[in-house]
T-cell receptor, first 108, second 110 residues
Framework: KNEVEQSPQNLTAQEGEFITINCSYSVGISALHWLQQHPGGGIVSLFM???GKKKHGRLIATINIQEKHSSLHITASHPRDSAVYIC??????????FGEGTQLTVNP | NAGVTQTPKFRVLKTGQSMTLLCAQD?????MYWYRQDPGMGLRLIHYSVGEGTTAKGEVPDGYNVSRLKKQNFLLGLESAAPSQTSVYFC?????????FGPGTRLTVT
């Protein structure tokens, strides 16, 4: 069993829909990161959180440490949100363990 | 600032050849990392460094060596390339737990 499980693996939505991507992990963590990988391959960090909830624009990330679960929400989705979203729990020493990613496609 | 840069962007090697991938960052970050990304798998850590002159093994270090002689540079070496090392390689540096990624190097070993 992978240490990090993301669901769904693939997600297709219509523009404007509310999107949720889930991440469950089995390792002990100090924080959890959400990353976005663009169609061209570039990777950017979206959030780093260790408790509760964070919001940046239309993106919201939540984490429940006791349940070892995190979610990434996108409100009012747009075609430019199409990308791979990666969950990455952080273990000791600033090391990340990566999920396989969720491929999101938002159609106009 | 250029952020994190990687050289080269693409490379094709024959089995047994050697090469060095260069990662450079101009943000004065202490931590640097080398990852590989393969289809159907998440990013996997090859080696990392917590500061100039220090390196440590990650999850998949076999077949790779690294050096961090200068704080801004982190080199990944393949001494004798194998087809199993065909992958996309990403370098990253981190500050206050946020990782900044380079654009990647696509390596094919034939």
């Amino acid at each position: 069993k992978n240490e990090v499980e993301q669901s769904p693996q693939n997600l297709t939505a219509q523009e404007g829909e509310f999107i949720t991507i889930n991440c469950s992990y089995s390792v002990g963590i100090s924080a959890l990161h959400w990353l976005q990988q663009h169609p061209g391959g570039g990777i950017v960090s979206l959030f780093m959180l260790s408790s509760g909830k964070k919001k940046h624009g239309r993106l919201i990330a939540t984490i429940n440490i006791q349940e070892k679960h995190s979610s990434l929400h996108i409100t009012a989705s747009h075609p430019r949100d199409s990308a791979v979203y990666i969950c990455a729990p952080e273990t000791s020493g600033s090391r990340l363990t990566f999920g396989e990613g969720t491929q999101l496609t938002v159609n106009p | 600032n250029a952020g994190v840069t990687q050289t080269p962007k693409f490379r094709v090697l024959k089995t047994g050849q050697s090469m060095t991938l260069l990662c450079a960052q101009d943000m004065n970050h202490e931590y640097m990392y080398w990852y590989r990304q393969d289809p159907g798998m998440g990013l996997r850590l090859i080696h990392y460094s917590v500061g100039e002159g220090t390196t440590a093994k990650g999850e998949v270090p076999d077949g790779y060596n690294v050096s961090r002689l200068k704080k801004q540079n982190f080199l990944l070496g393949l001494e004798s390339a194998a087809p199993s090392q065909t992958s996309v390689y990403f370098c990253a540096s981190s500050y206050r737990l946020v990782q900044y990624f380079g654009p990647g190097t696509r390596l094919t070993v034939t």
